[in-house]
């Protein structure tokens, strides 16, 4: 089937914002999902949007949905060296979870 | 309440021998999956189970089998290894497949 697209990497300064993007392939997918994985670690799930939302806020999370271009973001505020890890998109198919390639986000202090 | 849980954490084999690495959850999920991490490659299903006693091919599925005897237990049998199995593993369990995902921490396995 078709991918699901991240970039691979990102680097940003401690205290800026963060953005990573990730462009999904099936517009019935119903949930959407974000997931962090540290250096060594398994997958947590940082948050998740559902299909009938455009946005979700939670503390420094920001998750917006584009349906028309099937298109998710990531926003992280006030970015800190904890935040430095590995972040996968994914979506709900038919079946189970689809992943992206992940996004490696080094935060410069 | 463990979550999920996988083991061993790391093991060696040789080209040609067989293990089964083991993940458990207690949960009560009845949606379990496998997937393996490659560098470069996110991580890919290689099987997939709905229930007891029923379970489906993911996306990689070729060198390993399952079975799903019990709602917690997902074991996943690699019959003969191969180099090219060498890969972080993760389980993971849902109430339902469209539900969030909870991992395991992980196997990581080299074949030599």
């Known amino acids: 089937g078709e991918d699901v697209e991240q970039s691979l990497f990102l680097s940003v300064r401690e205290g800026d914002s963060s953005v990573i993007n990730c462009t999904y392939t099936d517009s019935s997918s119903t949930y959407l999902y974000w997931y962090k994985q540290e250096p060594g670690a398994g997958l947590q799930l940082l948050t998740y949007?559902?299909?009938?939302?455009d946005m979700k806020q939670d503390q420094r999370l920001t998750v917006l949905l584009n349906k028309k271009d099937k298109h998710l973001s990531l926003r992280i505020a006030d970015t800190q060296t904890g935040d430095s890890a590995i972040y996968f998109c994914?979506?709900?198919?038919?079946?189970?979870?689809?992943f992206g390639k992940g996004t490696r986000l080094s935060v410069i202090a | 309440n463990a979550g999920v849980t996988q083991t061993p954490k790391f093991q060696v084999l040789k080209t040609g021998q067989s293990m089964t690495l083991q993940c458990a959850q207690d949960m009560n999920h009845e949606y379990m999956s496998w997937y393996r991490q490659d560098p470069g490659m996110g991580l890919r299903l290689i099987h997939y189970s709905v229930g007891a006693g029923i379970t489906d091919q993911g996306e990689v599925p070729n060198g390993y089998n399952v079975s799903r005897s019990t709602t917690e237990d997902f074991p996943l049998r690699l019959l003969s290894a191969a180099p090219s199995q060498t890969s972080v593993y993760f389980c993971?369990?849902?109430?339902?497949?469209?539900?969030?995902?909870?991992f395991g921490p992980g196997t990581r396995l080299l074949v030599l």
């Open positions: 949007i559902f299909s009938n939302m």
């Open positions: 994914a979506e709900i198919r038919n079946t189970p979870l689809v």
């Open positions: 993971a369990s849902s109430r339902a497949v469209q539900e969030t995902q909870y």
